[in-house]
């Protein structure tokens, strides 16, 4: 009797195993990869590689890049670094749209023809990876840090607690989420055509902090952007918000700065800032 | 005196939402009597004659000017970023914006009949 049970089961977990590797089966398939391909250092022309790569329904485009460069050429030139969508560093144009490789699964992606190329407005170095010295420059130009007077980071006696209210955090967090990895100022139209517009990255920082009611720097800030090429040129063609793999809406930002800059603004940052200072001295 | 680019910008959706108040002004009058009729010589130059009117024009000839040539001015500076084609861009959209206003004005000021 128990060796009859004995075969009912084992027969039961091989039909099981058996389904499991159907299904296995049918949730891979190949995808063709186009890679845009381009070394300025050897050659001007740019071309795209075509790879045929399999793919899992889990897979993402970076997974499949990597199966691309790991077993078919390993000249393909990538940046990544977390799988995660943390460190920003995999945006790249796919399929005409900027996103993050390690954030967009294959699945996602209408046919079975994927065309990787880098990202526009950002220098070509190699293939797919492209030059950040300028977006980063824009952001370093915002003054990306607290500026407060009476922080005292030297004398240990006069250290003072930055106190926030849910309230004060929520002016800025979500512009606190953005990581950095150039998809905003890569379909923002304007960044294309001036070169020294700061792009939707840097000015959304700058109102993050002007928002922020432990900072102190607002005019200084204010005047940063306040110029031929600064915020005035953002046309308010809203790609960057739609293209921000963190729900961060820089267009946003940009129009709350704007509305610092003609004074239309609440008076929310003088009001935050008094109550702040006066919970500093109590 | 050189303007800050938000006390320009400031001047720019003023004039922007000032010009589309006059305008829609100017088409409504245009309406008082069949529209061909309104554009007959004597009812044209009965329009400026009334100084009202005639203010309404002026009105509409400066704040045009003002929001159109600075229009011209932000699309220009972006083609080119240096420091010289932004000064010859500001100078020509300015001297273009007077020369239009003064132009327009003494158009104005011949059809009212005081010059």
């Given at each position: 009797m128990t060796a009859l049970l004995n075969i009912?089961?084992?027969?039961?977990?091989?039909?099981?195993?058996?389904?499991?590797?159907?299904?296995?089966e049918s949730?891979?398939?190949?995808?063709?990869?186009?890679?845009?391909?381009?070394?300025?250092?050897?050659?001007?022309?740019?071309?795209?590689?075509?790879?045929?790569?399999?793919?899992?329904?889990?897979?993402?485009?970076?997974?499949?890049?990597?199966?691309?460069?790991?077993?078919?050429?390993?000249?393909?030139?990538?940046?990544?670094?977390?799988?995660?969508?943390?460190?920003?560093?995999?945006?790249?144009?796919?399929?005409?749209?900027?996103?993050?490789?390690?954030?967009?699964?294959?699945s996602e992606?209408?046919?079975?023809?994927?065309?990787?190329?880098?990202?526009?407005?950002?220098?070509?170095i190699r293939d797919l990876?492209?030059?950040?010295?300028?977006?980063?420059?824009?952001?370093?130009?915002?003054?990306?840090?607290?500026?407060?007077?009476?922080?005292?980071?030297?004398?240990?006696?006069?250290?003072?607690?930055?106190?926030?209210?849910?309230?004060?955090?929520?002016?800025?967090?979500?512009?606190?989420?953005?990581?950095?990895?150039?998809?905003?100022?890569?379909?923002?139209?304007?960044v294309g055509s001036d070169t020294?517009?700061?792009?939707?990255?840097?000015?959304?920082?700058?109102?993050?902090?002007?928002?922020?009611?432990?900072?102190?720097?607002?005019?200084?800030?204010?005047?940063?952007?306040?110029?031929?090429?600064?915020?005035?040129?953002?046309?308010?063609?809203?790609?960057?918000?739609?293209v921000c793999p963190k729900g961060v809406d820089p267009a946003l930002g940009i129009q709350l700065l704007r509305g610092h800059l003609v004074n239309f603004s609440k008076n929310d940052k003088k009001l935050a800032e008094s109550r702040t200072r006066n919970l500093g001295k109590t | 005196m050189i303007l800050k680019e938000s006390q320009i910008m400031k001047i720019h959706y003023i004039t922007g939402i000032a010009a589309l108040f006059v305008v829609a002004v100017h088409i409504i009058m245009r309406l008082v009597m069949p529209f061909s009729m309104s554009l007959e010589y004597e009812n044209v130059i009965a329009n400026y004659q009334n100084i009202a009117y005639a203010v309404l024009l002026e009105s509409i000839l400066v704040l045009i000017a003002i929001h159109g040539f600075n229009g011209l001015r932000i699309i220009l500076i972006e083609f080119r970023q240096n420091i010289a084609w932004e000064n010859g861009v500001t100078v020509f959209t300015l001297v273009a914006m007077i020369a239009l206003i003064a132009y327009g004005t003494r158009t104005i000021i011949v059809a009212n009949g005081l010059g």
């Open positions: 009912k089961t084992r027969r039961k977990k091989l039909e099981r195993d058996e389904k499991k590797e159907s299904t296995l949730s891979r398939k190949v995808v063709h990869l186009r890679v845009y391909r381009k070394n300025p250092k050897q050659d001007k022309s740019s071309h795209f590689d075509k790879f045929e790569v399999p793919v899992q329904r889990w897979s993402t485009v970076l997974d499949a890049l990597l199966h691309a460069k790991g077993y078919l050429d390993k000249s393909i030139a990538i940046r990544y670094s977390c799988r995660m969508a943390s460190c920003g560093s995999c945006g790249m144009k796919i399929n005409g749209i900027p996103r993050l490789a390690c954030y967009t699964k294959v992606i209408d046919g079975n023809i994927i065309t990787c190329e880098p990202l526009p407005n950002f220098p070509v990876v492209g030059d950040f010295s300028d977006f980063f420059e824009h952001h370093s130009a915002m003054e990306p840090f607290i500026h407060n007077q009476n922080a005292d980071i030297v004398d240990e006696n006069r250290l003072t607690e930055f106190i926030q209210t849910p309230e004060d955090v929520e002016n800025y967090l979500q512009f606190s989420y953005c990581i950095k990895c150039g998809l905003c100022y890569s379909a923002c139209p304007s020294r517009f700061p792009g939707p990255q840097a000015l959304a920082q700058a109102y993050r902090y002007v928002a922020d009611n432990r900072d102190d720097a607002t005019q200084s800030r204010l005047n940063i952007v306040d110029n031929k090429h600064g915020i005035w040129r953002c046309h308010f063609a809203g790609s960057c918000s739609v | -």
